[in-house]
């Protein structure tokens, strides 16, 4: 789904031109927009507002910047506003209004490609002089045409750039996050009249191949709005797909009169429907971001949707400065002699500590990755435990924490700190070293995994380490994501031995846990543990059990009491159906209450109930009631053998709706503890 700039009406621009608002404020991974480099995600605006909460197409003015709001406060402004904070109001918002509503598509390049010329074009009227992607022409142009349009105004139809600020631009130490620029278009509602009344609905249709075409819309009888692609942005069909375009220029035959306060307001945010375009990036790792000696932990401090984690502190390092990590050659005085000219990393906490260094990459949540490589130096020249073994691996593991691939590294060497000699590489005072080991030596060794679904990446020095090793040259290739295909799981008890618990992830069916008030166990038709008794008075236990088993809670029926169980599924899933088999229940009333209920309850992830089901009846205060309100002599109707379905003895539970995330079976008034279940299902939806 695309994403189109939304729209701000004239009432907000022209009686409130000083615009401001407070909103929580949430960005996309950097390239991971929809429709520009950011999505930006705004909520929690204020309700007096004429701002809607949603998400925007957003763009960095930041050059350099990688911090991101997750959630934060943030103030939103209209780059109109004559009272902009002082290091905002210098910037030359006419020239990027221009850009943004004349945007430059070259001939045959991807959405990405399309997306970081536009954003090159921003930095570039911002002053960056070295902008990250380079400068290709459609860039260049876009900049040369603004530059001749430095007057700009947004119109009615037009885009105008609102500005999304948190701390500021001071380039200082506390100036982290990357502040960003969201679309939004200026809606004139029509004005024939001193007092108009009319308002101004817009729905656009998308733009594929034909850029002439033309769509008409008829607000009112008394006006004619002509909708038409605009003349001065040219936008091809990819190869793959067509591509909406983005900005729609509106013509109005009638004119906006300023004294007179219209009566629109935020049209909801248009949508173009049609296949997203995913583009797998090779994404590099830029050290030089950082100073030497400065951490390069954390997420997107190196590159956006990355984390580097170490055992102690991964570090910047340059060639020839501090910290140094190693010497190269041997001998040499200076240190981190063939890194990189961008720079690298080591944890120099644990190389001063002579330790065996321990590297975790993580990426981006709802990110993964098909390819990672790492360049590792200098490694294998010293032998800092004399030992006759040296082994290190790197391990790459999907979402399920299964090993997708492994890379390792091994040789044997005498017992000895500087080995001269090796059973695979030779000489290690030079094959162990930065300068003048070859590739696919230990001193000049790349690292590389390679699949589908990897989200993390460990490197691990194991026997015979080395700890004065760096890296540099970090790259890894995003993946587009699989499609989503609703399914339908079942529990599988026959999984867990009779007796064993079925709680915890995974254990009956992935992505399910199962929390008893107790703990919920296996059971087999005729083997312990018996929940109860079927017919009742048979000598054996859990008859008319699936022959696949099920589960009870077996110390709370042991303890005579009211059960309780709540069923939850994986981070990130919902499901749209549960239903679960329950099996004896009513035929003892433990308590020898009158009235008997439970109820099974779903709930979506901000606890709101999505589906209720309930089972209540009444009976005699005896503790083998035979007879109801409802069911008849519950000593059949509540028994898991002579019980028909729909009889409580025989009751599925079921419950559908949107978003379930949690579900709850409660026993309340009149429970019967000696009770059972099988046939556990759900369905899982597509996000």
């Given at each position: ?14 009686t ?16 991971d ?26 763009w ?9 709001l997750h ?15 002082s290091d ?42 070295d902008?990250?992607?380079?400068i ?30 948190s ?6 130490k ?18 024939e ?12 249709t ?22 038409t692609?605009s ?46 375009v ?20 954390g ?14 502190t ?19 005085p200076?240190?981190?002699?063939g ?21 975790t ?43 997708v ?98 709680e915890?992830w ?16 296996s ?56 239903t ?43 503790g ?16 898991a ?37 099988d ?9």
């Amino acid at each position: 789904m695309l994403i189109l700039p939304k729209y701000v009406s004239a009432a907000t621009l022209q009686t409130n031109v000083e615009f401001n608002a407070t909103a929580t404020v949430r960005y996309s991974d950097w390239l991971d927009g929809s429709n520009s480099t950011l999505d930006i995600h705004v909520s929690d605006l204020p309700e007096n507002v004429e701002f809607s909460n949603g998400v925007y197409s957003g763009w960095c003015i930041q050059p350099r910047m990688t911090g991101l709001l997750h959630g934060e406060s943030a103030v939103i402004y209209s780059s109109l506003s004559s009272a902009l904070p002082s290091d905002l109001a210098s910037l030359p918002w006419n020239k990027i209004n221009y850009v943004l509503n004349h945007k430059v598509r070259g001939e045959g390049k991807s959405d990405l490609e399309f997306f970081k010329d536009v954003q090159t074009a921003i930095w570039l009227l911002l002053g960056d002089d070295d902008p990250e992607f380079g400068i290709s022409p459609e860039a260049q142009k876009m900049v040369d045409d603004a530059n001749a349009n430095a007057g700009y105004i947004p119109g009615d139809g037009d885009i105008v750039a609102f500005i999304v600020y948190s701390d500021g631009i001071s380039l200082t130490k506390d100036d982290f996050v990357q502040e960003v620029i969201i679309e939004v278009v200026l809606h004139l509602p029509p004005t024939e009249t001193p007092t108009p009344t009319a308002t101004l609905t817009i729905t656009p249709t998308s733009t594929t191949s034909t850029p002439t075409e033309t769509v008409t819309t008829t607000p009112s009888p008394t006006e004619t709005v002509t909708m038409t692609p605009s003349p001065t942005e040219t936008v091809p069909p990819t190869s793959t797909s067509p591509t909406p375009t983005e900005t729609l220029t509106i013509t109005s035959t009638s004119t906006f009169t300023p004294t007179v306060t219209p009566t629109s307001t935020f049209t909801p945010t248009p949508t173009l429907t049609g296949t997203p375009v995913c583009v797998p990036t090779v994404v590099r790792a830029d050290f030089s971001r950082v100073a030497a000696g400065q951490s390069v932990e954390g997420w997107d401090v190196v590159a956006p949707g990355l984390n580097i984690d170490a055992k102690g502190t991964a570090v910047s390092l340059r060639a020839g400065l501090d910290p140094r990590a190693y010497g190269a050659p041997n001998d040499a005085p200076t240190g981190n002699a063939g890194l990189s000219a961008g720079g690298g990393f080591s944890d120099i906490p644990t190389q001063s500590a002579l330790q065996a260094h321990l590297y975790t990459f993580t990426f981006a949540p709802g990110t993964s990755v098909s390819n990672f490589t790492l360049h590792m130096l200098d490694y294998g020249d010293w032998n800092v435990v004399s030992s006759t073994s040296h082994y290190v691996s790197l391990t790459a593991y999907n979402a399920n924490g299964v090993v997708v691939a492994k890379q390792e590294l091994s040789f044997t060497t005498p017992a000895v700190g500087l080995p001269r000699s090796s059973d695979k590489y030779g000489d290690l005072w030079f094959t162990g070293d930065a300068v003048t080991a070859l590739p696919g030596q230990p001193g000049n060794w790349t690292w590389n995994v390679s699949g589908s679904g990897i989200v993390r990446v460990v490197l691990e020095f194991g026997a015979g380490h080395d700890p004065n090793v760096a890296f540099d040259t970090l790259t890894f290739t995003t993946e587009c994501p699989q499609a989503c295909v609703s399914t339908t799981a079942r529990a599988d008890f026959s999984r867990v031995a009779a007796g064993q618990s079925v709680e915890g992830w995974d254990v009956v069916a992935p992505g399910l846990n199962i929390d008893a008030k107790g703990t919920a166990v296996s059971l087999r038709a005729g083997l312990d543990p018996r929940a109860y008794g079927a017919p009742n008075d048979a000598p054996t236990g859990n008859a008319g059990l699936s022959a696949g088993g099920g589960f009870s809670d077996i110390p709370t029926q042991s303890a005579l009491q009211a059960h309780l169980y709540t069923f939850t599924f994986a981070p990130g899933t919902s499901v749209s159906n549960f239903t679960l088999h329950m099996l004896d229940y009513g035929d003892w009333n433990v308590v020898s209450s009158t009235s008997h209920y439970v109820s099974l309850t779903a709930y979506n992830a901000n606890g709101v109930v999505v589906a209720k089901q309930e089972l209540s009846f009444t009976t005699p205060a005896v503790g083998l009631p035979r007879s109801s309100d409802k069911y008849g002599d519950l000593w059949f109707t509540g028994d898991a053998v002579t019980a028909l379905p729909g009889q409580p003895g025989n009751w599925t539970w079921n419950v559908s709706g949107s978003g379930i995330v949690r579900v709850v079976l409660e026993f309340g008034a009149g429970h019967d503890p000696n009770v059972a279940f099988d046939t556990l299902t759900f369905t899982t939806e597509c996000p």
